[in-house]
């Protein structure tokens, strides 16, 4: 045997995951909820806006504290935060 074989070991290609679909999923409770989102975001950035006004130290506290909590929200809008439902 050399050592520049050119035979590949043969690999087998990872299962398909399983198809999953959503039919319980309620679009009325997804709507709110991103409009849930987007006013939370917005008031986020508002508050932001004009704490910015206010001085440094008051604007430096409001970017730290919108940062967290845009952070939040885009983890929960992602459904990072869902728990996970059995695979069957």
């Known amino acids: ?9 043969l690999l087998a290609a990872p ?22 989102l987007f006013v939370w975001t917005t008031l986020t950035i508002v508050a932001t806006g004009w704490m910015c006004t206010l001085g440094a130290v008051p604007a430096i506290l ?9 952070v939040a929200l885009l983890v929960m809008g992602l459904g990072v935060d869902q728990p996970r439902e059995a695979e069957a």
């Open 15 to 36: 299962p398909e995951p399983p198809l999953r679909v959503a039919v319980a999923d309620d679009p009325r409770k997804r709507f709110w909820f991103r409009h849930w």
């Open 1 to 9: 045997m050399f050592l520049w074989d050119t035979t590949m070991p």
């Open 62 to 70: 409001a970017l730290v504290v919108a940062k967290h909590i845009l």
